[in-house]
């Protein structure tokens, strides 16, 4: 079962507008990531919200989390070609005795010039 | 720092035949985990290792293996393979834990005939 829900599932933009993607969760967390995933590469990491912060920031990239709500949003401003992704969410979860990352199914970003 | 490195980058394999991939994680990681990759699935965690054990483990049949090296470095196994093993498999490292910021190498993609 997936912790993260990413929705949209596809988001289609132009250049230089925003790009904001939501992340629902199930369980309670200690800290909630943003990957990207440029097609069949690995993933990159982009950012870490702890579940004592709200909101976080790191260059183009704005991450708001909820913890009342079980959600997180990623803003890209002014977007570019170069944004053209798969983007996930992930949380740690823990159950059956094991820790694990778990990861939603994404949202698939596609900014054209 | 280099980055984390898998090999063999692509593998076609035919149904019963076993694989292994291997994983170097960046100098000085001690976690190394392993996710298996499909369209169906999205993203799904196999198994955790740390200090050359066995952390956590995901809910994957007894067929998906793994194990870690004095040095960190991982391989994870597959037998008998089936063709719903096709994937990318991608392996990540971090510091400590799986459940900080994880370092993605390039994948394996897998392909069972």
């Given at each position: 079962?997936?912790?993260?829900?990413?929705?949209p599932?596809?988001?289609s933009?132009?250049?230089?507008?925003?790009?904001?993607?939501?992340c629902?969760?199930?369980t309670s967390i200690?800290?909630?990531?943003?990957?990207?995933q440029?097609?069949g590469?690995?993933?990159?990491?982009?950012?870490?919200i702890?579940?004592?912060e709200?909101e976080?920031?790191s260059?183009?990239?704005?991450?708001?989390?909820?913890?009342?709500?079980?959600s997180?949003?990623l803003?890209?401003?002014a977007?570019?070609?170069?944004d053209?992704a798969?983007?996930?969410?992930?949380?740690?979860?823990?159950?059956?005795?094991?820790?694990?990352?778990?990861?939603?199914?994404?949202?698939?970003?596609a900014v054209?010039? | 720092?280099?980055?984390v490195?898998q090999?063999?980058?692509?593998?076609?394999?035919?149904?019963?035949?076993?694989?292994?991939?291997?994983c170097?994680p960046i100098?000085g990681h001690r976690?190394?985990s392993?996710?298996?990759?499909t369209?169906?699935?999205?993203?799904q965690f196999?198994?955790?290792?740390f200090?050359?054990?066995?952390?956590?483990?995901?809910?994957?049949?007894?067929?998906?293996?793994?194990?870690q090296?004095?040095n960190?470095r991982?391989?994870?196994?597959?037998?008998?393979?089936?063709l719903?093993?096709s994937a990318?498999?991608?392996c990540?490292?971090?510091?400590?834990?799986?459940q900080?910021?994880?370092?993605f190498?390039?994948?394996?993609r897998?392909?069972?005939?």
């Open positions: 079962s997936q912790q993260g829900e990413e929705d599932q596809a988001l933009i132009q250049e230089g507008e925003n790009a904001t993607m939501n629902s969760y199930k200690n800290n909630l990531q943003w990957y990207r440029n097609s590469r690995g993933l990159v990491h982009l950012i870490l702890r579940s004592n709200r976080k920031h260059g183009r990239l704005r991450v708001t989390l909820d913890t009342s709500k079980k997180s949003s803003l890209i401003t977007s570019r070609a170069a053209t798969s983007y996930f969410c992930a949380t740690d979860s823990f159950s059956g005795g094991y820790n694990k990352l778990i990861f939603g199914a994404g949202t698939r970003l054209h010039p | 720092k280099a980055g490195t090999t063999p980058r692509y593998l076609i394999k035919t149904r019963g035949q076993q694989v292994t991939l291997s170097s100098s976690s190394v392993w996710y298996q990759q369209p169906g699935q999205g993203l196999l198994f955790e290792y200090s050359e054990t066995q952390r956590n483990k995901g809910n994957f049949p007894g067929r998906f293996s793994g194990r090296f004095s960190s991982s391989e994870m196994n597959v037998s008998t393979l089936e719903g093993d990318l498999y991608l990540a490292s971090s510091f400590r834990r799986s900080e910021t994880q370092y190498g390039p994948g394996t897998l392909l069972v005939l």
